[in-house]
């Protein structure tokens, strides 16, 4: 029998993290012996293909790891989604939530299994690992052996909410992570709150492992909090979901609405739109019906107006690069106006002639059409059958691509 089922979610990122904390989870030891009775779940949720080839040909040689690829190329990242993957294929009694930058004790299990049972919600810190930290000089059978822990920073409580221990049933009773989070969410402050507060026969009770006796460390890796990587916005409605749901008893308990089940694993045929991408992107044959023009808010009514005409199966596809679109901007006229303004600014005066035409043309913004896409494809969930979304930058590096293929449900 399986007692516990380590959830590891994970899309591209930095393969050689993932193969330390795999490599941690693999031996996990209990009276000095090996411990059978567990599993790894390692959810790869749609990364490109030379990654996921990749790990899961290294995962192949770990018998307690389980590599399982959701084939959800060109989705939004959806923590929510990817650890549900795990949730509901998971053979154990109880449900270990890891984040793939973690290395684990060797003796991690057994302290869990001396703390855990049915009523018990457990938490655990982590240790941060600085910037250059040498792996080499302290790895030791794919553990850290660190004797002195107070050299690293602890996490705090409120940090650490995502890394537990839960009872396997009790999470699905509850219907496991809300998936409306995307990107970036309260995904584990969620589901720690309704855990709480749901009406089980017996309630659960929070608790903390004693990280110093089996220490997990957290890999360093660049923070990821660039403020354009997400939808304008779209921090304060997470929030906002977060705090309204719990003003209707009947949101205690998450349910999609769109009907896709909790959890999906997606497969080729379920795809179009993925399968689509791969067909015709290589060659150059992506061929749009869409497109957005200038003036930018007349095109966003263009597009929701396009898509709701279309019939069942049939696709939106958009592939455009956002430049200067209208070929007038590049006229002799306005060019010789921009030289002028150009010339005037570094004699710094402050008079700026008006370029000419200036109503007739502009500049798309990237991200202005990428949070309008965004939003689109959240709000109108329920009418689409599937999607496919990719950006990509120019030769500056900037974002500058978006190619988004849309199939009608």
Known sequence: MTKFSFIVPYRNRDTQIAKRCLLSLQNQIFNQNLITDYEVIFIDYGSDKAISDELESFCADLDKVNYVFNNVR?????????????????KGEYCIIADVDMIYSPIFLEEVDKNINQNT???????YLNEGFEYDKYLENHSLKIENTNQFEKSSKESAMGIVVIPTQKLKEIGAFDEYYKLWGVEDKDLNRRLLNYDYSEKLEMKWLNTEKSPVFHQWHPAANNPLAQPKGWEKIVIDHYHNKYDKPKLTIHKKTNGIEIGKIYTNEERPALGIYEKCYSDNSLSSNFSFDFPIEKSYSSFVSQ??????????????????????????????????????????VSYRMTEL?????GNIDFYQVRDFLFYFIVDFEDFIEDYYYKQENGSNGKPEKITLILFKK
């Open 121 to 127: 919600l457990l938490h655990y810190q982590c240790f």
């Open 74 to 90: 060109g989705f939004f990242w959806s923590r929510s989604a990817s650890i549900n993957n795990g949730i509901y294929l998971a």
């Open 357 to 361: 035409l200036k109503h007739t043309y």
């Open 307 to 348: 898509f709701m005409k279309l019939d069942k199966n049939e696709s939106l596809i958009l592939n455009q690069s956002f430049s200067l679109i209208d070929e007038k901007a590049t006229s002799k006229a306005a060019q010789g106006v921009r030289k002028i303004n150009n010339l005037l600014e570094k004699v710094k």
